[in-house]
């Protein structure tokens, strides 16, 4: 009997994960992988803040929550067996004022409730023996989180697939996808591909990779720039573990934060600045076609409307270091604008619907052979094995049925 083939588009770490979940769990199924850039995780892959969550800030039973925890231990199970960088420093979560407080032991509860048992509220004399620089009258410490290398385990897949003899078609961007009985018809500029079963993982594409296929999404791929700065290496110490502010919880976005780096170093951001392209990581990087399109969608200006104040100021954060620098100092005082070096940018897919909320959980749309990643912003990085898991599951369920 011949394979069957079983397509996935996109080899950024979610894709990779769900090839590599395949390769298991559909034996039958030869893998093949189309990624438009040259190299496989050149987007929100290798663009993030190289932290691994496990589930402090989703809300509970949702799927980040779920697959954050299970994802996590899977990734340092994952790095551990391949030699790649990873350590658990532990996070601390700053409350400045009594309202946060509050929320501080909500989060807290929530915590608890995702599976977090050793979470520990801190006053201000435990927070100052653990992180001596930090501001703020409490605390939460959560130890199991940390830092990991993600382009390495990017890199680690990628060989892993391949090893197994499967492929992964660089350079080739999907421009039509089509349906033919109980195939799929997929072109590039360069080939054409039949699928007995279509993933799609795009990333910051994924709506319109939806749409291709037929389907036009419920929500619409909103670009959210980070910027990163990164900490003078004479600063550094101000810094010991990961410090994050009390999160906003009406945004997925935690806010501004300071993380240790995996091969040495400390960085700050990012923020979350509406982009005027959907692979803008440069403050004057516009795309018409792009910017027209979130322009006209209904949803961007409801947003707005719902929060004008939080939309201003991450755009002026974004063009004032001094104002970045200033929300930084809400965290660790001392620090100064002069202390901060620009370092890149990352993009956030982030699926809104028509009435202008952002989708908190991951989402996809199952399709008649066929499933359709639509929103997998952070901490997909963290939970890629554990939703690559899920989604080969999926799959394996629809072709099981037929
Ligand atoms: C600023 C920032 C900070 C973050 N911090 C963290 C963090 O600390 N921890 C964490 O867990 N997560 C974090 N995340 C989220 C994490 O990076 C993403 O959840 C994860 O990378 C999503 O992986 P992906 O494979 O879905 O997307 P991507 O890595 O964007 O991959 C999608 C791929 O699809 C390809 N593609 C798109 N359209 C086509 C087409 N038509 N044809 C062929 N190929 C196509 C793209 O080229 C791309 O390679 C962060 C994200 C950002 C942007």
Redesign the pocket.
């Known amino acids: 009997m011949p394979q069957k083939r079983l397509i996935i588009?996109?080899?950024?770490?979610?894709?990779?994960?769900t090839a590599y979940k395949c390769r298991k769990l559909l034996p039958s199924h030869r893998i093949t992988i189309?990624?438009?850039?040259s190299l496989?995780?050149?987007?929100?892959?290798?663009?993030?803040?190289?932290?691994?969550?496990c589930g402090l800030h989703y809300k509970p039973r949702s799927l980040k929550a779920r697959l954050?925890l299970s994802g996590a231990q899977e990734m340092m199970q994952f790095c551990r067996r391949h030699g790649i960088g990873h350590q658990r420093c532990g996070k601390i979560v700053v409350a400045t004022d009594q309202t946060q407080i509050d929320r501080l032991k909500a989060l807290q509860r929530q915590g608890w409730e995702n599976g977090l048992s050793d979470l520990r509220l801190l006053d201000q004399s435990a927070l100052r023996k653990i992180e001596p620089h930090a501001a703020g009258t409490a605390a939460l410490h959560v130890p199991q989180e940390g830092i990991?290398d993600?382009a390495s385990v990017v890199r680690q897949l990628a060989q892993d697939i391949r090893a197994a003899g499967h492929q992964i078609r660089c350079g080739?961007?999907?421009?039509i996808i089509k349906e033919r009985r109980n195939t799929w018809l997929i072109q590039?500029p360069k080939n054409e591909y039949l699928a007995d079963f279509l993933v799609a993982?795009?990333?910051?594409?994924?709506d319109?990779?939806s749409l291709?296929s037929g389907a036009p999404p419920r929500v619409k791929i909103i670009p959210?720039?980070?910027e990163?700065y990164r900490i003078r290496p004479e600063r550094q110490h101000l810094v010991r573990h990961l410090i994050y502010p009390v999160p906003d919880p009406r945004f997925p976005f935690l806010g501004p934060h300071f993380?240790r780096l995996i091969h040495g170093g400390v960085k700050a951001?990012?923020n979350a600045a509406l982009a005027l392209a959907r692979e803008g990581y440069r403050k004057t990087d516009f795309n018409l076609a792009e910017a027209m399109d979130a322009a006209t969608f209904p949803g961007l200006w409801r947003f707005v409307k719902n929060y004008p104040q939080m939309t201003l100021e991450e755009l002026r954060q974004s063009f004032s270091k001094r104002r970045f620098c200033q929300s930084l100092q809400r965290l660790v005082p001392e620090i100064q604008a002069d202390d901060l070096a620009p370092e890149g940018?990352?993009?956030?897919?982030q699926a809104m619907s028509r009435e202008g909320a952002l989708v908190q959980d991951f989402e996809w749309e199952e399709r008649k052979n066929a499933l359709h990643?639509i929103n997998?912003?952070?901490?997909?990085?963290?939970?890629?094995l554990a939703l690559g898991g899920e989604i080969a599951a999926r799959a394996k369920q629809q072709l099981a049925n037929r």
């Open positions: 588009i996109g080899a950024g770490i979610l894709g990779l994960a189309i990624e438009k850039e496989p995780g050149r987007h929100q892959s290798a663009h993030n803040s190289g932290v691994l969550h954050a990991v993600y080739e961007k999907v421009t590039t993982c795009a990333g910051l594409h994924s319109r990779l291709l959210f720039r980070g990163y993380t951001g990012p940018a990352g993009v956030r897919a990643v997998a912003p952070s901490p997909g990085a963290s939970a890629s």
